[in-house]
């Protein structure tokens, strides 16, 4: 039963992390967005957060994501005097997605997530491997 149970676990942080991913690829979709119109803030990231908790089933911790939060850092800043939403010195909010760091995000995410892929493989290999032992 430690078997499934590992599976499980595993499992459970095979969710977390495409949520994640989810959520890292809604911003980089989001990171060249402008707001329409002037007063209006642009695309705002997000960051998923994640907790831990009791599953009393199988009796160990799992993991899930919890939700997500705006980041709070300031909007970046372009010159575009006709663009709609453009305050009174032609400046436009950009969001404050960077693309770069969203791709190292999902990189890591991308890791996890097949990380735990392979404790789910290594897992099963170990059930078959004993199953084909108590068969002979």
Do not use: C, W
């Amino acid at each position: 039963m430690q078997m499934f149970k590992t599976m499980m676990i595993a499992a459970s942080g095979m969710r977390a992390q495409s949520q994640r991913i989810r959520v890292v690829s809604e911003n980089i979709a989001n990171a060249g967005t402008t707001a329409l119109s002037a007063g209006q803030e642009p695309y705002r990231r997000k960051v998923p957060t994640f907790k831990s908790e009791m599953d009393t089933q199988l009796g160990a911790e799992t993991v899930r994501m919890s939700g997500t939060v705006k980041d709070t850092s300031p909007f970046g800043l372009k010159y575009n005097p006709q663009h709609p939403a453009a305050d009174d010195k032609g400046y436009v909010q950009t969001p404050n997605v960077n693309t770069l760091i969203e791709m190292v995000d999902m990189k890591e995410a991308q890791k996890n997530f097949e990380a735990n892929l392979n404790v789910i493989k290594s897992s099963r290999a170990m059930l078959m491997r004993t199953i084909d032992l108590l068969r002979r």
